[in-house]
């Protein structure tokens, strides 16, 4: 049977001065004494803080030690300089392929027309003017027996805006849509030549002023009224174009 434990057991396992199994036999008493365990763990932390405080400074390392860390540390940063702007080189790859991209495929958006993109509708209105063309080159494909804005209203759901006296309906065709029916007009518009009115149903409630979008094909104004959306497609004068748009949107109103 071992000694029972005494106070001067508790210092000299704070000193570190007991034998191993000593020390063992101390752990135990105080595992099973908790309020000892406490009072020997805050001695523990008294000579822990003393011992910090009166630690001798650690020596300065040698000059040629400095110096070497010192060019380990600008070596790092001008490496991770690199591969910032390798970063940026392949940022700046990817958004110039894109662009590239952008202007090979698809409908061919110039620079000027790419920012802000058009809603979908303006690409359905611009594959019905080029599907009006093919049909006014087509002897098969008659002209329009009469334009009756009410019966595609009846019809389809689509309000047309009234047309100026001197422009002539040469074909009216209704087309399916994204969301539900749409309508397309092409017509001889005195100065701007041959030109196609869309009109089709959105699936977002909005008001769209008259907006200029080029094509390499084309140029379209399109606007929205309510759920509503049109574009006027020719290659006349933009400007023109865009005043004639202006006055249908303004009949809708």
Do not use: C, N
């Amino acid at each position: 049977m071992s000694d029972p434990v005494t106070e001067a057991d508790l210092l000299a396992y704070v000193d570190e001065q007991l034998a191993p199994a000593r020390r063992i036999e101390v752990e135990e008493y105080l595992a099973r004494d908790p309020e000892a365990a406490v009072r020997v763990m805050a001695d523990l932390k008294d000579r822990d803080t003393l011992r910090l405080i009166h630690s001798a400074p650690l020596p300065r390392p040698p000059e040629a030690t400095l110096g070497a860390a010192t060019r380990l540390e600008r070596v790092l940063a001008w490496r991770e300089f690199g591969l910032k702007l390798r970063r940026i080189a392949a940022v700046a790859a990817l958004i110039g392929f894109g662009w590239l991209a952008h202007g090979q495929v698809g409908l061919g958006v110039t620079d000027s027309a790419a920012s802000p993109k058009p809603p979908a509708f303006v690409e359905d209105a611009l594959h019905s003017h080029e599907t009006a063309l093919v049909r006014a080159r087509m002897a098969s494909q008659t002209e329009a027996a009469g334009y009756d804005p009410a019966e595609l209203l009846a019809g389809t759901g689509v309000r047309l805006p009234p047309l100026p006296d001197d422009w002539k309906v040469r074909d009216a065709q209704v087309f399916p849509s994204r969301d539900g029916h749409s309508v397309e007009i092409a017509v001889d518009a005195d100065d701007l030549g041959r030109v196609s009115l869309f009109a089709a149903h959105v699936p977002v409630f909005d008001v769209i002023d008259p907006t200029v979008a080029r094509f390499d094909e084309a140029t379209t104004v399109y606007w929205q009224t309510g759920q509503l959306a049109y574009a006027l497609t020719g290659t006349g004068s933009d400007k023109v174009l865009e005043r004639a748009a202006a006055r249908l949107a303004r009949k809708l109103q």
